[in-house]
């Protein structure tokens, strides 16, 4: 400034050259210059100005026309304001002194909202008469605003303390809020549903411009007062500019800010914080920061009320858990006992009303339980911590005026408070009563079974034993009779079709015995001899065996047997291969050429032997049925339905199992697993 001064044209100035201006003046002028503190000099009855450079904030875009000009001129603004205070001084010699007193000046090219801290003093000529005015000055606007913000957000806090609904934490806000209408000249508060489709207005305040405050907003339209959609997108504030402004309200915001309110902690958007701009205010860093802080003792006080409500509603479900659960609950506190809580599950194994137990020692509500050793168990778990697992422990319990015993499968476990001590047990409990009864009577059933089953195995070893010296009688006798025939009866074509039928009926008989004996055989065996087989050795043999029924059908037998060693029963191998190869070979289809496929995989725990065929296949419904004795799915093909009950038996026997998979008209695929 004094640069300024001393390129200042005065001679065209009324205070006229410098170096004629009266002692005082420079004299106040130097103190002015020399000084870090913020000071101006109004000299003579039109107030002409000088100031120091600790000033020039002050004046901002007025300076530096500022230098020399009247008072009153520039400060137009605020003349109103302060015209009478310098107009005493001037007459009356007196001083002035105020404390953040507000002041709307026209600085950066609106009325801007600020605060000072002054003292105007007399400032006197060379003749001690009063000449000026002389101010030291300090702007506290950025204090004032910011004590101002802080009350607004205490009183935040503590009003949405209060509230227990969403409805009333925006409504709270919003009354709070409308009390600084400096800061907030209209606030909105919008909350999201729960698929982020609409947003609800939960809170207003202030007059906020027609239409810009609606009760719903879709934000899957873009068109909208308010871009919410383009703050769910970003996650970032907005700045708005709002329409008709009237420029005779001077405190009417031109423009507002969109917030986004998160849940503390995560970037989950519950709503939306829509404040209006004061008119009079720099949009810095500082408001911005106390927009944040609005918005986010919104969303503390949003997620905490959606906490409670989600734990209320967390211990309404429990609570109906509770008391529906199918088990018995009880909560016993203390080393007497008492029952805090009892669900009907558990009332219901006591046979004892909810009224009649709560609030009382449990062994005093069920004696008959104290006399049966249960006191001891509850103590051994009060005094140790240790907790205990009960199943199917007998209990006879006074039901109906009468004892009844019980089975119970139940837990006691030590209840502990906040520093670990134990405090009380809870106990669960089921009454399975019906299911110990129910097994113990299938247990009965099971061993009646086991010796009945017993018995038929033996009654069919025997007889398929037994039955085998008549068919041999039978068969003997028909071949004498064949050789004793005249020779006239023997050529008869009658007798010999009669012949005929007698030995196939013969050969039927001798297959059934025989099969009757496999299978009692299989039942009456426990683990052959097991041993290393070669499967490729296996397939050679029962290709030689099926050899003419192969070419006869010209079926091809194909081998991937990429694990060829198994350890099992070479008897039961042979077995399991020939009956799948036979049915791959009676069930084909007479629309092609046979083909069956011989496959091993081995899996981690598992050798898997496959037999692959393009036959009949099977219906899924049938499934089970192949594996049923004497069940044939097919009549127009020789068999006796036992071949895969054997192969099942086998495998089961060994402890494996098998698959189907077929499709009607393609073919079948029997997968067997071997445990390895």
């Known amino acids: 400034m004094g640069a300024l001064m001393r390129t200042y044209d005065w001679s065209s100035h009324p205070l006229g050259n410098p170096a004629y201006w009266p002692q005082s003046l420079k004299a106040n002028v130097r103190l002015m210059l020399n000084s870090g503190f913020p000071m101006f000099i109004w000299w003579t009855k039109e107030l002409y100005m000088f100031n120091n450079d600790a000033y020039l904030p002050a004046l901002g875009k007025k300076h530096p026309k500022a230098l020399g000009a009247r008072a009153q001129d520039m400060w137009a603004e605020i003349w109103e304001q302060i015209g009478g205070i310098t107009k005493d001084i001037l007459e009356h010699g007196n001083e002035f002194y105020a404390e953040n007193l507000q002041m709307f000046l026209e600085r950066k090219g609106f009325a801007e909202e600020t605060y000072w801290t002054f003292s105007y003093s007399p400032a006197f000529n060379d003749a001690g008469e ?25 009183d935040v806090s503590d009003a949405l303390l209060q509230v227990q609904t969403l409805e009333q934490a925006g409504q709270t806000a919003c009354h709070v809020l409308a009390q600084n209408q400096h800061d907030l000249p209209f606030s909105l508060i919008y909350l999201i549903n729960g698929t982020d489709t609409e947003a609800q207005l939960v809170g207003k305040s202030g007059t906020v ?70 008119p009079q205010q720099e949009y810095n860093e500082a408001y911005k920061g106390f927009h944040s802080l609005v918005a986010g003792q919104i969303a503390t006080s949003i997620t905490g009320i959606r906490t409670k409500q989600e734990l209320l509603r967390r211990q309404e479900y429990l609570s109906e858990i509770f008391q529906q659960a199918p088990v018995g609950i009880t909560m016993l506190r203390g080393p007497q006992y008492i029952v805090d809580i009892a669900n009907p599950a558990v009332c219901e194994i006591w046979r004892i009303s909810q009224e009649e137990i709560l609030g009382k020692p449990v062994l005093e509500a069920i004696p008959e339980a104290g006399e049966q050793g249960f006191k001891e168990l509850l103590d051994g778990v009060m005094n140790t911590g240790v907790p205990f697992v009960a199943n199917e422990l007998p209990l006879v319990l006074e039901r109906n005026g009468k004892p009844e015993k019980v089975y119970l499968n139940f837990v006691y476990h030590p209840l502990r408070d906040a520093q670990g001590f134990i405090t009380g047990i809870i106990a669960v409990a089921i009454d399975i009563s019906e299911q110990v009864e129910a097994r113990q009577e299938m247990e009965s059933i099971n061993r009646e079974l086991l010796a009945t089953n017993a018995d038929l195995d033996n009654f069919v070893y025997s007889a398929s034993h037994d039955l085998k010296a008549p068919i041999y009688n039978i068969e003997g006798l028909v071949h004498a009779l064949q050789e004793h025939l005249p020779h006239d009866a023997s050529a008869s074509e009658e007798v010999q079709q009669l012949l005929t039928h007698i030995e196939s009926s013969v050969e039927r008989f001798k297959k059934v015995v025989s099969d009757l004996t496999q299978v009692a055989k299989i039942q009456r065996e426990g683990s052959e001899d097991v041993s290393a087989i070669d499967l490729e050795e296996v397939m050679t043999e029962l290709r030689e065996e099926f050899e003419l029924t ?59 032997l496959s037999v692959t065929d393009n036959g009949l296949g099977i219906e899924q419904s049938d499934y089970k049925k192949v594996f049923s004795m004497f069940k044939r799915l097919h009549d127009h093909v020789e068999g006796s339905g036992i071949g895969l009950y054997i192969v099942k038996r086998i495998v089961e026997n060994a402890g494996g199992y098998i698959r189907i998979h077929s499709e009607v008209g393609k073919g079948t695929t029997f997968s067997i697993y071997f445990k390895r």
């Open 209 to 278: 411009p027609a239409g810009f405050a609606p009760q719903l907003v879709d934000l899957r339209k873009r068109k909208a007062a308010f871009p919410l959609a383009q703050v769910q997108r970003t996650r970032q504030r907005a700045l708005v500019t709002l329409p008709s402004v009237d420029p005779s309200l001077p405190g009417t915001p031109a423009k507002a800010v969109i917030l986004p309110i998160l849940r503390p902690g995560h970037e989950q958007l519950i709503g939306f914080f829509v404040a209006g701009l004061s």
């Open 550 to 608: 192969l070419a006869a059908s010209e079926a091809q037998l194909e081998t991937d047997l990429t694990a060829a060693t198994i350890r099992f029963s070479a008897k039961n191998i042979r077995s399991i291969l020939y009956n799948l190869l036979s049915n791959a070979l009676k069930y084909r289809s007479p629309e092609r050429k046979p083909h069956i496929t011989v496959k091993t995989v081995n899996t981690p725990e598992h050798l898997v």
């Open 130 to 154: 009063v000449e000026g005015i002389f101010c030291a000055c300090s702007e506290v606007t950025t204090n004032v605003l910011a004590q101002r913000r802080l009350k607004t957000l205490n």
